[in-house]
């Protein structure tokens, strides 16, 4: 099993969909969880972190849960420009390496 | 503002030659930094996690005569690809953990490679 997987879509939606990716970790002592979003030819960029009490930033919510090991990215009323890959980052903290999921590429039709 | 700085962008070099690609961690300290590749429409690839004062980690598969990582100071790793061939093309980046709640990580803009 993959310490850190995604299902890579691609997800296809309109506009003003709802749209939910979810990421799966192996690690149960992982310690820290991130959302990032990658452009075509760009590097990643931090789109959130994920709290075990879930967070919220505008259309996006992040929700991690632990006992089931797997964190989820909700995306509401979708925008042409959110279409990206979107990678799940899980931490295991102190010296050990962050694992990237493979992504899950998103494309948001007109 | 970018907290992690990679440099050149991109670049272009002749198959033989050798590239070397800089990661700047900007106003904090980096003991750790990770390179990773990225091919077309795949996913990153970790190369190997760069150590300050002390010799890179290198994932299994990746030639560490090949890619040079040097780490000489707390905000500079630097990796070299050595002796270039055209299957080297790649996108790579470099990522160092932040400070503060959870550990960020940051990510450099990413080094377009092409070898010709």
């Known amino acids: 099993r993959k310490e850190v997987e995604q299902d890579p879509g691609p997800f296809n939606v309109p506009e003003g969909a709802t749209v939910a990716f979810n990421c799966t970790y192996s690690n149960s002592a992982s310690q820290s969880f991130f959302w990032y979003r990658q452009d075509c030819r760009k590097e990643p960029k931090l789109l959130m972190s994920?709290?075990?009490s879930g967070n919220e930033d505008g259309r996006f919510t992040a929700q991690l849960n632990r006992a089931s090991q797997y964190i989820s990215l909700l995306i509401r009323d979708s925008k042409l420009s959110d279409s990206a890959t979107y990678l799940c980052v899980v931490n295991p903290g102190g010296s050990y390496i962050p694992t990237f999921g493979r992504g899950t590429s998103l494309i948001v039709h007109p | 503002g970018a907290v992690v700085s990679q440099h050149p962008s991109w670049v272009i070099c002749k198959s033989g030659t050798s590239v070397k690609i800089e990661c700047r961690s900007l106003?904090?300290?980096?003991?750790?930094m990770f390179w990773y590749r990225q091919f077309p429409k795949q996913s990153l690839m970790l190369m190997a996690t760069s150590n300050e004062g002390s010799k890179a980690t290198y994932e299994q598969g990746v030639e560490k005569d090949k890619f040079l990582i040097n780490h000489a100071s707390l905000t500079l790793s630097t990796l070299t690809v050595t002796s270039a061939h055209p299957e080297d093309s790649s996108f790579y980046i470099c990522?160092?953990?932040?400070?503060?709640?959870?550990?960020?990580?940051?990510f450099g803009e990413g080094s377009w490679l092409t070898v010709v």
């Open positions: 994920v709290y075990s």
């Open positions: 990522s160092a953990p932040g400070l503060g709640e959870g550990n960020t990580i940051y």
């Open positions: 106003d904090f300290q980096a003991t750790t």
